[in-house]
């Protein structure tokens, strides 16, 4: 019901796979480019009526705007991930969303190049953000983790080692992270619930080849993080 079609090729996204499971990729825009001028109303419609919306820089920074204006409007939450084209990320738009999801490499290109090679500069680095509206933070820190921050201080979690221990594929882990802390929080589970859940998530995701097969099940998760949602 909101597939939109537009007369240019569908959007591709070429993955390098490297030895050790970490991968490189290119992206191709596509359709994911081409957007009408204003939101469909089946689109304004849909996020009104959403748990939560998930936005990323695979589309225009026009769509983003206008899709987390409309969820604002209904108090929707919103998740923007730096992740995609790298491209900057406007204050308007930084104040219009609920939480920012990141990495260290994306924090330090966000903050003007700010360092963020230890724990404590990414903290550091991740306030600074804060102070342009951003309300929280969420630090993606590969090995070490992640770290939820915002004005009321900071939740860490490690990562979950599960079967193997063995990193095939990381492709789709942030999504996966993401997604998986997105829907925690949709359901009303608290922040350290929700990165438990996220952790879990991610950890089965990169023992897995390929960006939706390593996708796991709710049932899973929950094995795995030792929760009962």
């Known amino acids: 019901k909101l597939c939109l079609k537009a007369d240019v090729p569908s959007g591709q996204a070429i993955i390098f796979l490297e030895k050790g499971g970490e991968n490189s990729i290119i992206i191709i825009g596509g359709a994911n480019n081409s957007w009408p001028a204003k939101l469909p109303v ?21 769509i983003n705007l206008a899709v987390a204006k409309c ?25 219009s969303v609920s939480l920012v999801s990141l990495n260290e490499t994306e924090l330090a290109r966000l903050t003007g190049g700010m360092e963020t090679d230890t724990k404590q500069q990414c903290i550091e680095a991740a306030k600074s953000l804060l102070s342009k509206g951003c309300r929280e933070l969420l630090v993606t820190l590969g090995k070490d983790g992640a770290i939820l921050i ?80």
Not at 51 to 59: D, P, R
Not at 71 to 95: T, W
């Open 71 to 95: 969820a604002q409007d209904a108090k929707v939450p919103v998740m923007m991930d730096v992740g995609g084209e790298e491209r900057h990320l406007s204050d308007e738009l930084l104040s």
């Open 150 to 229: 915002s004005s009321k201080g900071q939740i860490e979690q490690d990562v979950l080692e599960v079967g193997t221990k063995k990193i095939v594929d990381t492709t789709g882990a942030g999504d996966c992270f993401r997604g998986a802390f997105a829907v925690a929080r949709a359901e009303g589970k608290d922040d350290k619930t929700a990165l438990r859940f996220a952790a879990a998530a991610a950890s089965l995701c990169i023992q897995v080849k390929g960006a939706q097969p390593s996708m796991p099940t709710r049932e899973a998760i929950l094995d795995v993080a030792g929760l009962e949602l």
């Open 42 to 62: 089946k689109l304004v419609t849909a996020i009104r009526s959403a748990a939560a919306v998930l936005l990323q820089q695979e589309i225009p920074d026009r």
